[in-house]
């Protein structure tokens, strides 16, 4: 170069080219070789020391782009030891390069055999970015620009990683880490690591890919932390790895999740199919079971049972065929269910079991429908029968009892003879006339069972259990009256010194107060009839000769009110002695009024008794005619 000097001359001098940085060529060639070597080690191929020289034969080169193409490359000198040799195999892998549309420029097969290390790891790197970086794809970038996407989105919840490129993103070592542990947390714990540490960071990150991820370890720590600039092509090829492990793995997972879940269908539709093929057989079972129970059923000639089963068979129709019903939809729609779901997944119809199929449950179905038509008819006839058969029960019960009423009273109409005779009539009359309780009870039973029967008419009677417990009542009092009547007949039947006027004024007064028809009178009733017949006594008097006629008890019989009245009246209730009584009470007047009757001391019932039985007076309204009623009673 020439220079002006001062003073005019002139000198010649060559000023001194800065060094060119030669490191990335040796990182390169590290790279490049563990990462020939990864790819020759999966058959078990010789290692090479370095891509720049083990290249020059050409037969590492042959192996390498028949194991990343899995394709052969053909015949090749195995064994070359000439230059021809050598270049040929060169050829031969650069002409299949470049039949891959690979662009490779200015490099001939005789710089590889030649060992120019530039040109052989532009080579190489042409190769690794054609066959392990150019098929990334993430968010339709691909390549270079596809890969750096993909190491951003994965490192993006991890604050201290900011990836922008594949050179001084990588010096701290965190960007590793934080892919593995995106991927694999269970590899290392990002949050645990000291974020200052980039060696450490760094080394741990190489030696977890390469023991647990099979990623092997083609830089060195150094080549990327100590590094002014990391070179972009190893890094690159390195992540590259993280890549294609990583999706491997996802690749495994996938298939995993996908055979998964193939299986979890399956194992659905196959359980779906036998709880089909179960719920079947017991619906048709328990259908044939219940038809079974039909035919075998007794029916016994009365309605209750007649009734119990058509109880049974409503119950059923409200209760088990309404789940039955159910349970045949809900098999219809599963069956339907298990057919879409198997052609969802481009699986054969399916065929239940002989037995099972839809055809045979809706066959034991129609079975079923006619079974049922058939056992509502048989319960309608037993139950028409039975009712006809209650009707002819009752109306010959009521029928029966009706009879016996008639000839009782038929009886007790023609009754005569002497007393004693007509008293044995009567009892026997009473005894006939006791059962009919016990028949009436029945009847009423089978009016119950009538009334359930809905039957409201009955055809073989007219006669209600109310018409025939009032009949019988009457009846039964009828005979007990007619009993006292001769009873009492009997008791004053020889009382011969008395008219019969007297004995029936008596024995009037006694039916008078006997006011339950008891045939007994109690101590007021009693005193009520004495004081009636104008017989008063203080009540010291009363209490000593109630004592006396009864006995202790609490009620005095006819016949023996009958004997007193007649020892009573044969001493002190003759015809002069009443009209005496009559005029004392009445002071002389030839009429008496209740007030006269009253301060007497007469009980009331007697006074009403007297008021009753005398006539009115004729000379004073509000009296009565005391003279005319002794005449009458005495006459």
Not at 173 to 199: E, M, S, V, W
Not at 464 to 490: C, G, H, P, W
Not at 501 to 507: I, K, V
């Amino acid at each position: 170069m020439l220079c002006a000097m001062p003073g005019g001359h002139t000198r010649t001098s060559m000023t001194p080219k800065p060094a060119v940085d030669k490191s990335w060529e040796l990182v390169q060639s590290k790279t490049f070789t563990k990462w020939v070597n990864a790819r020759l080690s999966e058959h078990s191929l010789t290692s090479l020391s370095n891509v720049c020289t083990d290249f020059a034969d050409g037969t590492a080169l042959i192996h390498l782009l028949q194991i990343i193409s899995d394709t052969s490359l053909g015949r090749y000198n195995r064994n070359p030891r000439m230059r021809i040799q050598k270049i040929e195999n060169v050829n031969l892998s650069l002409d299949f390069i470049r039949s891959r549309k690979i662009n490779l420029t200015n490099i001939g097969a005789e710089d590889i055999v030649d060992s120019n290390h530039k040109l052989i790891l532009g080579m190489i790197w042409t190769i690794i970015l054609r066959f392990t970086i150019e098929d990334i794809n993430e968010e339709g970038l691909s390549a270079m620009d596809g890969l750096l996407l993909w190491c951003q989105r994965k490192t993006a919840p991890y604050k201290e990683v900011d990836v922008k490129n594949f050179s001084y993103s990588w010096q701290d070592g965190l960007a590793f880490c934080a892919l593995i542990h995106r991927h694999r947390p269970d590899l290392l714990d990002y949050y645990a690591l000291d974020k200052h540490d980039a060696r450490g960071n760094t080394a741990l990150a190489f030696e977890v890919a390469e023991r647990y991820l099979g990623i092997p370890q083609l830089l060195d720590v150094e080549d990327v932390c100590d590094a002014a600039k990391p070179d972009e092509r190893s890094v690159m090829t390195y992540v590259a790895q993280y890549f294609h492990a990583f999706s491997s793995l996802s690749r495994a997972e996938t298939a995993g999740r996908r055979l998964g879940k193939f299986t979890d269908v399956m194992q659905s539709v196959f359980d779906m199919q036998h709880d089909y093929e179960a719920r079947v057989a017991k619906l048709i079972s328990r259908i044939d079971e219940q038809q079974s129970k039909w035919r075998t059923a007794r029916f016994e000639p009365v309605y209750s049972g007649a009734r119990a089963h058509s109880t049974s068979f409503n119950g059923y129709k409200a209760t088990t065929k309404r789940e039955w019903t159910h349970e045949k939809v809900e098999l219809d729609t599963l069956l339907g269910n298990i057919q879409t779901k198997r052609v969802t997944y481009n699986l054969a119809p399916f065929v239940p079991r002989a037995g099972l199929m839809p055809k045979d449950l809706e066959a034991a179905w129609n079975e079923l429908a006619a079974a049922e038509v058939k056992h509502r008819k048989v319960i309608n006839q037993y139950i028409r029968e039975s009712r006809d058969a209650l009707q002819r029960q009752y109306g010959s019960e009521a029928n029966g009892i009706q009879a016996v009423l008639n000839s009782i009273s038929n009886s007790l109409a023609i009754l005569g003879g002497e007393l004693d005779d007509q008293l044995a009539t009567v009892k026997g009359l009473i005894s006939k006339a006791r059962p009919l309780e016990g028949a009436l009870q029945r009847l009423g039973d089978l009016e119950k069972q009538c009334e359930e029967a809905n039957i409201d008419e009955h055809d073989y009677t007219v006669y209600s259990v109310s018409d025939l417990e009032y009949d019988t009542e009457m009846m039964m009092k009828a005979l007990d009256k007619k009993a006292r009547f001769i009873e009492n007949q009997s008791a004053v039947r020889n009382m011969t010194n008395l008219t019969p006027a007297q004995l029936e004024e008596f024995e009037a007064t006694f039916r008078y107060f006997d006011r339950d028809d008891s045939n007994v009178l109690n101590d007021v009733e009693f005193r009520a009839a004495l004081d009636s017949l104008g017989h008063s006594f203080t009540d010291g008097e009363f209490g000593a000769l109630y004592d006396q006629l009864s006995c202790g008890s609490e009620y005095i019989s006819f016949e023996v009110y009958i004997r007193f009245m007649v020892e009573l009246t044969e001493d002190q209730t003759t015809p002069e002695q009443l009209l005496q009584s009559f005029r004392v009470i009445a002071s002389d007047k030839e009429y008496v009024t209740q007030e006269d009757l009253r301060l007497s001391e007469l009980s009331p019932p007697s006074i009403a008794y007297l008021a009753r039985a005398m006539a009115k007076s004729e000379i004073a309204d509000d009296g009565y005619d005391y003279l005319a009623y002794l005449r009458d009673v005495f006459q």
